[in-house]
């Protein structure tokens, strides 16, 4: 018979059975939890398991939060968790009994961890926000949002957490950016649409207006397309053929075209429809009344916004009447340049007559100057026929003297004759002072024996366009002039100087002599033989040939008198 066991064993034996029966107990109460069948945590504490309740839940809270497609979790201080939710574990992949009693370190990627005891950190001093990617129970990483918050749990501190996946988040915005990109897109087409549109009722608008100026237009206004064929035509050209208007345009304006028209009309049509020039043309059109009229054919081409050619629109203006004139205009220059071929060859024919007759003349005016100087020698000188004598003399002196006058009219007619010969003679840079200088020592006897004083300032004058010799000719005509008209009852003063004007060189002669009464003479005054004073020698071409001579070269001559004061001559050189 076996030996009772001793005391202490049968303790041991008890204390043994009632671990086994703790241990059995929690391992169902962690079984429950971790199966959600209980509102109750139980953590392994230093001083034993500790069993935290879900004493203050609200049923309708934790429905709540188990349908919540975010995941929901508590983290202890040592990120255990405490409590999840289903959403978390799908998320991450694992399954439910899984994660309670976990750490939640085990899922956030070694790269990451030194973010995620930030975070903690931060979550426990209050809230905290961040982004960083999990790893499943599968090992893929997804990008999540967590969200933290400090909770009393069971009358301690707990780290509530929401996490929430990105990866829909952003397959959303990829989603949204194409979507606002194709919104985009058709923002763009609806605006090209409305653009489109608004530029159709403009085109219309202008259409209409076109259509509007080129029916009240007093041309006739007409449209071709690229291929040069007739597109409109308004209703000036039905007026004008004596027709009613025609849509079809059966009959275009080129049947009506004169047929000598036609081929060069043709060809220089065709040429801007390859080229893109303007149509411009003059040609006749045949109206309703059977008549050929002169038109004045213009077009231009029109593009569109790509440069291309869309259409050509042109006109045409009536111009028979201006063409009637201008060949009328034409006539009358024909008949003109005849005239003066005729008055040119009369001219040649005047000139040549008067340098023959005056050659012609000079050899009987010597004859008679001959004869009358025998016949003075032939005359009784004796006492007896001193009375015959005395009767004869004066004849003979005024016969001389008609014949003197004679010789210096033929000189002058020659002078005239050359003057007009000689019109077109080389021109050069001509200083006056020279000129000046040459006249004033040949009139100086004349000058001594008035008594007159000679005033020369043109040192200061620039050189003047002229014929040197022509030049010579009017300073000496105009200085004599002030000498031999000088007044009687003072000596001759004349002043001589020479100023810059409006691109002329202008010349002055200006004396203290007798002066004239300028009305109604100027035009004698520089008239042919024509003279205002005749008690002084003279022939009467002397003005008549400086005024010749300066305007030939584009210059001009003026004149101030006042009787007995004196006479100012002013001449313009062109330079």
């Not at 957490?161 to 397959?171: F, G, H, Y």
């Not at 009722?201 to 007093?218: K, S």
């Not at 009358?332 to 007759?357: G, K, P, S, W």
């Not at 019109?423 to 840079?429: A, D, I, S």
Request: glycine share 6%; hydrophobic share 40%.
């Amino acid at each position: 018979m076996a030996e009772p066991l001793p005391p202490i064993s049968t303790d041991l034996a008890r204390e043994n059975e009632e671990l086994r029966y703790q241990l059995q107990e929690a391992e169902e109460l962690i079984s429950a939890i971790r199966s959600g069948s209980v509102d109750a945590l139980a953590v392994q504490g230093t001083d034993g398991p500790r069993i935290y309740t879900l004493q203050g839940a609200d049923q309708v809270y934790r429905t709540l939060i188990e349908q919540m497609s975010e995941g929901a979790l508590l983290l202890s201080q040592d990120a255990m968790i405490l409590y999840c939710n289903a959403s978390l574990a799908r998320l991450l992949d694992c399954a439910l009994e899984e994660l309670m009693g976990g750490f939640f370190n085990d899922f956030v990627p070694a790269d990451f961890r030194a973010y995620w005891d930030a975070l903690l950190v931060a979550g426990w001093a209050g809230k905290s926000k961040g982004e960083l990617p999990l790893q499943t129970q599968a090992g893929v990483l997804a990008p999540f949002s967590l969200s933290m918050n400090v909770l009393e749990f069971n009358d301690a501190p707990a780290l509530a957490v929401i996490v929430t996946n990105l990866s829909a988040q952003r397959e959303i915005k990829a989603i949204r950016a194409q979507v606002a990109e194709q919104n985009e897109v058709i923002d763009r087409k609806n605006e090209e649409l409305k653009r489109q549109e608004a530029a159709r009722l403009v085109m219309e608008q202008a259409a209409a207006e076109a259509n509007r100026m080129l029916e009240g237009i007093p041309q006739i206004a007409w449209t071709a397309n690229v291929e040069g064929k007739n597109t409109y035509l308004n209703r000036r050209w039905f007026d004008f053929i004596g027709k009613p208007i025609q849509l079809n345009l059966n009959e275009g304006f080129e049947t009506r075209l004169h047929p000598d028209d036609a081929g060069p009309a043709g060809a220089r049509w065709q040429h801007c429809l390859r080229t893109g020039e303007a149509f411009e043309i003059e040609y006749r059109f045949r109206d309703g009344a059977d008549n050929y009229r002169w038109m004045l054919g213009r077009a231009l081409p029109s593009y569109n916004e790509r440069g291309e050619i869309m259409q050509w629109i042109g006109t045409f203006t009536d111009i028979h009447e201006h063409k009637l004139a201008l060949e009328r205009i034409d006539q009358a220059q024909r008949q003109l340049h005849e005239n003066n071929d005729q008055l040119t060859r009369a001219n040649v024919d005047l000139d040549n007559f008067i340098y023959t007759a005056s050659h012609d003349l000079k050899a009987p005016i010597s004859n008679i100057e001959g004869l009358l100087q025998a016949l003075l020698v032939e005359i009784p000188n004796g006492a007896s026929d001193s009375q015959q004598a005395d009767q004869v003399q004066p004849i003979m002196a005024m016969m001389q003297d008609s014949v003197e006058r004679f010789k210096r009219t033929i000189e002058h007619l020659t002078e005239v004759t050359k003057l007009q010969k000689e019109q077109v003679q080389p021109l050069g840079l001509v200083e006056l002072e020279p000129i000046i200088e040459d006249v004033r020592l040949d009139l100086e006897p004349m000058l001594r024996e008035a008594g007159g004083i000679l005033e020369v300032n043109v040192a200061n004058c620039p050189a003047v366009s002229f014929a040197e010799k022509n030049l010579r000719s009017v300073i000496y005509n105009l200085l004599s002039n002030s000498i031999k008209y000088r007044s009687p009852e003072r000596a001759p003063h004349v002043r001589l100087h020479c100023r810059e004007a409006d691109g002329y060189a202008v010349l002055t002669v200006q004396d203290n002599g007798l002066g004239f009464n300028l009305a109604n003479n100027e035009k004698r005054l520089f008239g042919m033989f024509q003279r205002l004073h005749d008690h002084v020698d003279g022939s009467g071409i002397g003005l008549y040939m400086v005024k010749k001579m300066v305007e030939n070269v584009g210059g001009k001559i003026e004149v101030e008198s006042e009787v007995g004061v004196g006479s100012s001559f002013t001449v313009y050189f062109k330079r």
